[in-house]
Nanobody, 123 residues
Framework: VQLVESGGGLVQAGASLRLSCAAS????????MAWFRQAPGKDREFAAS????????LYADSVKGRFTISRDNAKNTVYLQMSSLKPEDTAVYYC?????????????????WGQGTQVTVSS
């Protein structure tokens, strides 16, 4: 399974960004997907998760109401739309998947990870 993130960049506080994660190597539409992030000097943390068909969503409290996870199973791609960005959202963002079909917030549930994309939010 290969996961390739894109869409990161440098933006000002209050701006929006959309991250994409293209998946290959297995039947994308059967499995749940998630986004995690890791800020400098901090542990990796959960951001959002989506079930196999997009019917269930789960968000960390820190991003709820500002970030939206979605997927396009025809394109084997999961997205993270980020709005009202804050400097504390600065991190490397990773997409992940595993054997799960639903939503989970623990990184132990995910077996495959992308290389990450950097998001930097200036104040």
């Amino acid at each position: 399974v290969q996961l390739v993130e894109s869409g990161g960049g440098l933006v000002q506080a209050g701006a929006s960004l959309r991250l994409s994660c293209a998946a290959s190597g297995r039947t994308f539409s059967r499995y749940g997907m998630a986004w995690f992030r890791q800020a400098p000097g901090k542990d990796r943390e959960f951001a959002a998760s989506i079930s196999w068909n997009g019917g269930k969503l789960l968000y960390a409290d820190s991003v709820k109401g500002r970030f939206t996870i979605s997927r396009d199973n025809a394109k084997n791609t999961v997205y993270l739309q980020m709005s009202s960005l804050k400097p504390e959202d600065t991190a490397v963002y990773y997409c992940a998947t595993g054997q799960l079909t639903g939503v989970r917030s623990s990184d132990n549930e995910y077996d495959y990870w992308g290389q990450g994309t950097q998001v930097t939010v200036s104040s």
